[in-house]
């Protein structure tokens, strides 16, 4: 009977870890596209993997935009035919609230040299949605005292 119950159980991690593991190759296609979206201008399949209330933090202290103040700020960059295109690598998953909230973070080589980015995907009608972002630019700690000063000029 323990055999059973352990090959049971056994079974069970293996299904979960099955599982997450086909959410994780599509969420990496999925935010793979998105940034692949911004590379393109292509302002409809950007905004449309992003849900309702997607937030998306900048570099810039000012920079915390909802989904439709973000759209006003993108959409002049996207008509010209020219938006960002970040390279992401080293992405890292975790899932909470049962499987139906997955957050990441990632490496991103930007205009910017190397980057952060870290995002926050929610389960909507069995659909995957962005749900939040915020890149940020890396600085080394020894630096930041030359950055402060570089802030306030």
């Not at 190759?25 to 399949?45: G, M, R």
């Not at 929610?122 to 600085?139: H, R």
């Amino acid at each position: 009977m323990r055999s059973i119950i352990l090959f049971s159980f056994l079974l069970c991690i293996q299904f979960v870890q099955a599982q997450a593991n086909v959410a994780i190759e599509l969420l990496n296609k999925q935010i793979d596209a998105w940034h692949q979206s911004a590379a393109k201008a292509d302002f409809q399949n950007y905004f449309s993997v992003t849900s309702d209330d997607f937030v998306f933090l900048g570099t810039a202290p000012g920079e915390r935009w909802n989904k439709e103040a973000f759209q006003s700020f993108c959409k002049p960059y996207f008509d010209k035919g020219k938006a960002w295109d970040f390279k992401p690598s080293n992405r890292q998953w975790q899932f909470a609230g049962n499987g139906t909230v997955a957050y990441f973070d990632e490496d991103l080589v930007t205009w910017m040299e190397s980057c952060r980015g870290s995002g926050i995907c929610v389960l909507v009608n069995g659909e995957w949605k962005i749900a939040y972002y915020n890149l940020t630019v890396l600085i080394e700690n020894e630096k930041i005292k030359e950055f402060i000063k570089l802030r306030k000029e």
